[in-house]
């Protein structure tokens, strides 16, 4: 069978037009080992996707486990997936579905902190969406994420609004608690980021977001981080108190921004957040029991603090 000249052409066209898309695509899909990808959005012409960490013996078909998303840090404009795969492995070795999700930064998608915050709304909607298949309770959805990570995933659980509106915004983008790592949460204009937020700051800033339909949420943060203030962390927890919520505040002394990650702070300060955020998702009712402290040092790598 014989092409027109114009089918040729068209033909053409859409050859040159996929190059295009994927050339100009900067997600790059990654490997970690007992993780399943998913692809949870297209957006500014990448695919974004979720990295699933599975319990051992989850039956999707059986199943209703409770689960948590984390975001990575990096101010909106960059960051890796991997910053939370130590955690997300240790928490599916507990029994929750855990999972890292991608989002748009600056850096790779020239986005604004808006469309960070539209993706991880999209994040928890997808797991909601998908609960039946995933084997996770609906129900029970935490988000968790350091710095500007924290600032995502504290939006998921407290601002309303800001969603993709290519969402289905029939389903709940809110996550159900949230384990915050020297989250960025002010972005007044005495808080952080405000020059990239100053037109819609009130929208975008958890702190002065908080009510009653706020979730649990557990804090860490280093009393000599230069990012986050010591007071504005102790007004976070005033105000999620004064709404009725459970709100942990977690006070490393002398510990800088990121103290957290076990490359920084060292593996005795990575283990100790993991074993309070362990604590934590028991008191609220996501894991049981006390983990052995074998499974709690196989999700170190033995880092010292330098």
């Known amino acids: ?19 295009a898309i994927t050339a100009d695509a900067k997600t790059t899909k990654a490997n970690y080992p007992g993780a399943k990808a998913e692809i949870y959005k297209h957006a500014s012409g990448d695919d974004l996707y979720l990295y699933i960490f599975n319990p051992k013996g989850h039956d999707p078909a059986k199943d209703k486990r ?22 997300a492995a240790y928490l599916a070795s507990r029994g929750m579905v855990a999972v890292l999700a991608d989002y748009r930064v600056a850096s790779r998608q020239k986005t604004t902190p808006r469309e960070c915050v539209a993706d991880g709304k999209s994040a928890v909607r997808w797991l909601r969406k998908n609960a039946d298949r995933l ?16 600032h995502v995933a504290a939006t998921t659980g407290i601002i309303t609004g800001m969603d993709d509106p290519a969402d289905d915004l029939s389903i ?60 504005t962390a102790e007004k976070f927890k005033a105000k999620m108190n004064e709404a009725g919520i459970k709100s942990d505040l977690h006070l490393y002394k002398d510990q800088p921004h990121g103290f957290f990650n076990e490359s920084k702070g060292g593996s005795d300060i990575f283990l100790d957040t993991l074993r309070k955020t362990d604590a934590f998702l028991v008191e609220i009712g996501y894991l049981e029991g006390i983990p052995a402290e074998e499974q709690l040092k196989a999700a170190s790598k033995g880092k010292k603090k330098k």
Not at 1 to 19: A, D, E, Q, R
Not at 192 to 213: A, E, F
Request: proline share 7%; glycine share 12%.
């Open 66 to 87: 409770p689960a948590i998303v984390f975001f990575f840090g990096g101010g909106w404009n960059g960051g890796s997936t991997g910053q939370f795969k130590q955690h």
């Open 135 to 150: 084997g996770i309770d609906p129900k029970r959805i935490a988000a968790g994420g350091g710095s500007a990570g924290g």
């Open 1 to 19: 069978m014989k092409l027109s000249l114009l089918s040729l052409h068209s033909l053409l066209c859409l050859y040159l037009l996929s190059i």
């Open 172 to 231: 709940s983008s809110k996550s159900n608690a949230l384990a915050l790592y020297n989250p960025v949460y002010d972005n007044s204009p005495e808080g952080y980021g405000y020059s990239r937020v100053k037109d819609y700051w009130k929208d975008i800033s958890p702190l002065q977001n908080i009510d009653k339909s706020s979730p649990p949420t557990i804090v860490f943060l280093g009393t000599k981080d230069k990012l986050i203030p010591v007071a």
